[in-house]
């Protein structure tokens, strides 16, 4: 809880820094907060919600509706499984906690189209191609089943509104949703899939 | 916007993103020592384990370090182990007998210290010390051990507990000491007291086919 409320003054702080309108040739950062929803085969390994993650990009304004930049990312998964009986492959019966822990953070190329760049609250769309840094952990017990480090593909589409804190304000509130597409391969799992529902605050970062 | 700005992002962005990061939940620092804890068990698949009636199981815990005997223990939890395997057995019908009196099986209890990141190979360390357990203590001087393949489950640094069931009652046809049941725990603190006695619960909780009719 601490630390969640570092990273709230951290964006408070942030917001302070700038409110200028933000118009072609103009940058923008976006720093959320972000709720990742499994989906697909992740829910094999974890199927609880994690609150820890955090979604970022910074921005360039080709127009008042394009934006191009790079986006990342980071989202942490976990969950502990009670005790239970497993038959390995050697017959063995062995009984154990078995606690997954998985970490990504995509890079990615990222556009962003701004549906109506003058109103009160803005929609948009975004997509975001790239790799993305796996770390992904199987434990029975204490020990490491199964550990894997790996750069994989991300693809991150987005939607979402954009709220100026004033009219014609470039620093505002984002709220949205993304879908994370990542494919990986461990045990039952096939791929990292999930939905991320975030939300924080986007402020200009050069003009 | 000004080049002071920019750089005051850069420091702030990196904070927010190394304290959420350090929001990551450590799976290891998330266990109990007894969540931490493995119970494995293996059989003999061709063991007919109803057709033992006895057992001998001796007053002391072998202590193994780095696959050589190091000599022999009684400890107060070593003793409650033993008397841990001895319920056991016993709850499952077999009864116990001198180790004099023609035993059907025969029960080792060890502590293994490993301090190197090996697999352990049981295969190994029955046939290579000549102490406590050695085949002649059982009677049957001058056999080996014959474990079942696939022992050397996973790494180890630490220190664990193995109880063996041995099948003496045909060691003079196999002239083999058949290893027809093992159970092994893992992890934090196993040589507790209660851990040791909850572990071997545990070991034979999982082995409903160890049982016998007298």
Redesign the interface.
């Known amino acids: 809880m601490k ?2 409320k ?2 709230l003054l ?2 408070v ?2 917001f302070a ?2 409110a ?1 309108a933000q118009r072609k040739g103009s940058t923008q ?1 976006d ?1 959320q ?1 972000n709720a990742g929803l499994p989906v697909g085969s992740l829910k094999n390994a974890v199927s609880d919600h994690s609150l ?3 979604k ?1 990009s910074v921005l360039y304004a080709v127009d008042d509706q394009l934006a191009i930049g790079l986006g990342t990312g ?1 989202q ?1 998964f ?1 969950q ?1 499984y009670p ?1 239970q ?1 497993y038959k ?1 492959s ?8 078995r ?3 998985i ?1 990504v953070i995509p890079i990615l190329a990222e556009a962003k189209w701004n549906f109506s760049p003058d109103a009160a609250v803005r929609p948009y769309a975004a997509l975001g191609l790239g790799g993305n840094l796996i770390n992904y ?1 199987d ?5 490491s089943l199964d550990q894997k480090t790996k750069i994989g593909f991300a693809a991150r589409p987005d939607l979402g509104v954009y709220i100026p804190f004033r009219k014609g304000g470039e620093s505002g509130m984002t709220v949205g949703a993304s879908f994370n597409f990542m494919p990986f391969t461990a045990g039952d799992v096939t791929n990292l899939n999930h939905v991320g529902i975030h939300a924080g605050f986007s402020l ?4 | ?1 000004c080049m002071k ?2 750089i ?2 850069i420091p ?2 990196v ?3 190394v ?10 620092k ?2 109990s020592d007894e ?9 003999d ?1 061709s063991a007919n384990f109803a057709s033992y009636k006895t057992y001998s199981i001796a007053d002391s815990v072998a202590v193994i370090e780095n696959n050589s005997f190091s000599g022999d223990q009684a400890t107060a939890a070593d003793q409650q182990a033993l008397a841990a395997v001895r319920a056991a057995l016993e709850s499952r019908g077999y009864v116990r007998v001198g180790r004099n009196q023609s035993p059907d099986l025969g029960v080792n209890v060890s502590r293994l210290y490993n301090t190197t990141t090996n697999v352990v190979d049981l295969n190994n360390y029955w046939n290579d010390y000549g102490g406590y357990y050695d085949p002649y203590y059982w009677g049957y001087g001058g056999y080996g051990y014959g474990y079942p ?2 022992y050397g ?2 790494q180890s640094t630490e220190a664990m507990l193995s109880v063996d069931i041995l099948d003496l009652k045909n060691a003079p046809v196999s002239r083999t000491i058949r290893v027809i049941w093992n159970g092994l725990i ?3 603190g196993v040589f507790g007291s209660d851990a040791m006695t909850s572990g071997i619960q ?1 070991l034979f909780a ?2 409903p086919y160890l049982k016998t009719v007298q």
């Not at chain 1, 050697?90 to 906690?97: I, P, W």
């Not at chain 1, 434990?139 to 020990?143: A, D, K, L, S």
């Not at chain 2, 969540?35 to 059989?43: A, F, M, V």
């Open positions: 630390q969640h570092i990273v951290l964006l702080f942030l820094l700038g200028q950062f720093i907060l820890r993650g955090i970022a980071f942490d976990y502990k005790r009986l390995l050697d017959g063995s019966d062995m009984s154990a906690v606690s997954f822990s970490q952990n434990y029975v017990g204490e020990f200009p970062l050069r003009k | 916007m700005r920019m005051a992002w702030l962005t904070a927010a993103l304290t959420v990061s350090s929001c990551t939940k450590d799976p290891i998330n266990l969540e931490s804890r493995l119970y494995i068990t293996n059989r698949s393949s696939a489950l996973v893992r992890g934090s545990a999982q082995s």
